[in-house]
């Protein structure tokens, strides 16, 4: 008589409930990986501060109707000026500028979100 499995009296780790948009699954595609990699050997440079780049960021955040591929609306950021427009973002400081601005694709660069 085969015993038991007692592996299937475990309890499993319940699946984390994240929501899952298009966005985040996108952010960890390998294609936005590669282009997001290729876009820093391009442009190094935070363009808030200058610091090494750790980042790709939309100028127009997508979740707003910026161009998620268009290499128009990416820029470099570092870690501490990505906080910072994301804080921005979030509080709608920065998508507020964004609108002041004619809806152009690109706004004026180095706002008001550099990290220091
Ligand atoms: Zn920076």
Known sequence: ???MNK?????KPKPTKRKANHNTSVYHSMDW????????LDNPQCVGCGAKARCVDHIIPVRIGGSFW???NHQSL???CHAKKSSD???DIYINSVKNIDQELI????ASWKCN
């Open 70 to 72: 268009d290499i128009r």
């Open 89 to 91: 973002e979030s509080r």
């Open 7 to 11: 592996r299937s009296r475990r309890t």
């Open 1 to 3: 008589m085969p015993s």
């Open 107 to 110: 706004p004026h660069r180095g």
């Open 33 to 40: 990986r590669k282009h997001s990699k290729q876009y820093r």
């Open 78 to 80: 570092c870690n501490g």
